[in-house]
């Protein structure tokens, strides 16, 4: 897995990164085996945020890509553009789920553009960036992660039971 932290601030070293460790703090909770192998901080550029996740999906080391930062609705929230820019599909469903699952006590959950796809054989997941919103939106999809998976990878495992 690699967590990629799109923030302005954060790449500038002016601001500590705070939703890497949330998403790797999600991780820990949940029980997934997930070993983070790449963490990088990069600037809010629709570039920079699809090259970053070309070259981690494309070099195949990874089968999951978080993102977290973003996904907001200001001015330098770009991720989704750079994420759609190079995934080959969307999976709005975990978008959707991500949503509706924080958004109970916190409206403002629907400001924010989660978006999920693929490129070659990784999921790609780009979340929110505060700390709350990155785990909170993790661990509403956590679950159902493994068998996204290994259905991208070509996999034809059972559907997981309904919790």
């Known amino acids: 897995m690699a967590i990629i932290t799109v923030s302005d601030?954060?790449?500038?070293?002016?601001?500590?990164?705070?939703?890497?460790?949330?998403c790797e703090q999600a991780l820990r909770?949940?029980?997934?085996?997930?070993?983070v192998v790449s963490r990088e901080v990069i600037?809010?550029?629709p570039k920079q945020v699809a090259r970053a996740v070309r070259v981690r999906a494309d070099a195949g080391e990874?089968?999951?890509i978080v993102l977290t930062g973003g996904t907001g609705v200001s001015p330098r929230d770009r991720t989704p553009e750079g994420v759609r820019e190079v995934i080959e599909f969307e999976v709005p469903g975990l978008a959707e789920?991500?949503?509706?699952?924080?958004?109970?006590?916190?409206?403002?959950?629907?400001?924010?553009?989660q978006v999920v796809g693929v490129r070659h054989k990784t999921l790609v997941v780009a979340l929110p960036g505060?700390?709350?919103?990155?785990g909170d939106c993790?661990?509403?999809?956590?679950?159902?992660?493994?068998?996204?998976?290994?259905?991208?990878?070509?996999?034809?495992?059972?559907?997981?039971?309904?919790?």
């Open 130 to 134: 505060s700390p709350r919103g990155a």
């Open 138 to 163: 993790l661990t509403a999809i956590l679950g159902i992660i493994p068998h996204a998976i290994a259905l991208i990878q070509g996999a034809q495992p059972d559907h997981p039971d309904p919790a």
């Open 29 to 35: 909770s949940s029980g997934i085996e997930h070993r």
């Open 43 to 45: 600037p809010d550029e």
């Open 9 to 22: 601030g954060a790449a500038a070293g002016a601001r500590t990164d705070r939703g890497a460790p949330a």
């Open 97 to 113: 789920k991500m949503r509706a699952e924080t958004s109970h006590g916190f409206p403002a959950a629907y400001l924010s553009r």
């Open 62 to 64: 990874v089968d999951l």
